[in-house]
């Protein structure tokens, strides 16, 4: 099992991370592996034909979100996954960089050496055509230059994720390490913490890195400005963000933009002169990048949203700790895997997902046993969480134990899930308490026909139990396998005994029970790789099934979707 793990993340830029994957690997040394964070690529990095042979090499680790949510929370999945696999430290690298060598030999002596240091930055040498990559060079990395000096890095400079050795055990105890609210900037917050925590940030120059610049006059300058609009946010935190201190700030930044402009020109000069006096040249055109980067600064206090991605506040602003993750389930990226590589099961999963969506009210969702990631492709506002861990995932935590508040979703969603859990019942209490007044939950689970009871009982590893008792609460065991299930609870619960469901449940109106889904399901193979029927053909079935089923439902249905509204309080 690795000990260290190099974390990259991407969106798109096949070719850049090829070029960094064919640098790295031969770098590689015994207890290390590499995990790669698609942030919502289109088309997926497992799709891309350059990728295959990296993603198939057995010490490189594919996550994925299915959505972008941006290079700080790409870092805090792979991060969360690293202390799911017991990792002691971690190298963080961007896709568009190429290592050097002894770059992972010398992050490694650098953490053995400094055993109590938090965190340890590597050079960054900037390579690019013409001028401005030059400049953008020395605008970036010029607190990381290779061949500076080593030792401890105060403020008010920091280090650039770009290429940073962290220690798992000193960083904070949360998901969310960095601040994945910011668009750029996470790790100048990041630093500033880490100091507030007492702990050491070091720079050394041997782990070194080549970054490709901005080459372009266009490139540069909105690079410069859109680091500018993080300042504020980045700097003074999330409680700076008020009306009145950004008001404050605005008009004591507009008397001192020209002292702003020269400190931080002298801030950035200081460092590349103690390489060489020669960098003195480019002292004119620094102060106008810093002249330039000073108006976004300005703009990012006024208008913080430019800094800012959309925040999921209930978990972003969590007040109650979530459950702790299960290691890492292999059969999660399996299904990934199947569904991007099997449209019949695309097209298939794709109506019911409709179905669900459909029945949802207006408002924010919440997902159960969102392990398959998909559901967010069909509805949105959605909080995805599964008991298993997953890169996609907004939380990881226990149906039956929610770390959410009260009345705060507006739905609970889930497909194929209330027939793995233990305690059933447990979850539908939850599930009544964060739901608000008239909102819904809305499941699609396994109906049990005699048609289907006799397919369900031979061709599918799902037993089918008619005589469990569906309102039993076991002792909850800490040992049991999530995937463990008995199909036969959702028609136990909600049709077999729907009269003690209602006694047991007042405060839920079991608004619908509707059968759906007849040949497509079975025949499709499911998550298996065969299929007997093609993906085109699936719409057309769904049409007649629609036709059919109100006559054949109770004798062949295969789907049950119900509906669950809490009543008024």
């Not at 990259?8 to 590499?34: A, H, M, Q, T």
């Not at 459950?323 to 991007?340: E, S, V």
């Not at 305690?423 to 819904?440: D, I, M, N, S």
């Not at 061709?459 to 049991?480: C, L």
Request: aromatic share 10%; charged share 20%.
């Amino acid at each position: 099992m690795a000990f260290c793990y190099v974390l990259i993340p991407f969106k798109d830029g096949g070719n850049y991370l090829r070029d960094c994957l064919e640098s790295l690997l031969p770098e590689l040394e015994e207890g290390v592996d590499v995990v790669l964070i698609d942030d919502g690529s289109e088309p997926p990095a497992v799709a891309n034909p350059s990728l295959q042979p990296f993603l198939e090499h057995s010490r490189v680790h594919l996550l994925r979100h299915e959505v972008n949510a941006g290079p700080a929370a790409a870092r805090n999945t792979g991060l969360q996954w690293c202390r799911g696999e017991d990792a002691e430290s971690v190298i963080l690298l961007d896709s568009d960089c190429l290592a050097k060598p002894g770059f992972i030999s010398a992050h490694l002596r650098l953490q053995k050496e400094n055993p109590k240091v938090a965190c340890i930055g590597g050079a960054i040498q900037g390579t690019g055509p013409g001028p401005w990559a030059r400049l953008d060079a020395l605008m970036s990395w010029f607190m990381s230059m290779p061949g500076a000096r080593a030792g401890i890095m105060n403020s008010p400079y920091h280090l650039p994720t770009t290429n940073m050795g962290l220690r798992l055990k000193s960083l904070p105890p949360r998901a969310d390490v960095f601040d994945p609210s910011l668009r750029t900037g996470e790790d100048v917050a990041f630093i500033n913490e880490l100091r507030e925590r007492g702990n050491t940030v070091l720079f050394s120059p041997e782990p070194e890195i080549i970054h490709r610049d901005r080459a372009t006059f266009s490139g540069f300058f909105r690079h410069q400005y859109r680091y500018g609009l993080h300042t504020y946010a980045a700097r003074l935190g999330k409680e700076g963000l008020v009306v009145w201190r950004r008001a404050l700030f605005a008009c004591a930044f507009v008397t001192g933009y020209p002292l702003y402009v020269l400190l931080a020109t002298w801030l950035n000069a200081a460092l590349l002169v103690k390489r060489s006096p020669w960098y003195l040249v480019w002292t004119p055109v620094l102060f106008l990048s810093h002249a330039v980067r000073g108006v976004a600064v300005l703009d990012g206090a006024i208008r913080p949203q430019k800094a800012l991605y959309p925040g999921a506040p209930v978990l972003r602003g969590a007040q109650v700790p979530q459950a702790p993750a299960r290691p890492h389930d292999p059969r999660l990226n399996d299904h990934r895997m199947i569904w991007h590589h099997k449209p019949v099961l695309r097209e298939l999963y794709s109506d019911f997902y409709r179905r669900i969506a459909d029945a949802c009210k207006p408002g924010t969702t919440l997902e159960i046993g969102g392990g398959s990631g998909n559901f967010k492709e069909y509805a949105p506002h959605v909080v995805s969480t599964d008991i298993l861990f997953a890169s996609w995932l907004d939380s990881v935590c226990d149906a039956q134990s929610l770390p959410f508040k009260d009345g705060y979703f507006d739905n609970v969603a889930m497909m194929d899930v209330f027939h793995h859990l233990e305690r059933p019942t447990v979850f539908l209490r939850e599930a009544l308490r964060v739901l608000k007044p008239g909102g819904r939950l809305v499941m699609l689970e396994p109906l049990i026909t005699p048609v289907s009871h006799y397919c369900y009982h031979y061709f599918h590893p799902e037993p089918v139990v008619m005589k469990a008792d569906p309102f039993h609460e076991p002792d909850p065991d800490p040992e049991r396998d999530p995937y463990n299930a008995n199909q036969a609870i959702p028609t136990l619960m909600f049709l077999r005994r729907r009269k003690q469901f209602m006694k047991s449940f007042p405060g839920f109106n079991l608004h619908t029970v509707r059968r759906c889904g007849l040949l497509a399901a079975p025949l499709s193979g499911g998550f298996r790789k065969w299929s007997l029927i093609p993906a085109r053909a699936i719409s057309l079935i769904n049409r007649i099934e629609e036709i059919v089923t109100p006559v054949l439902g109770p004798l062949m249905a295969f789907r049950m979707l119900v509906i669950l509204e809490r009543r008024p309080d």
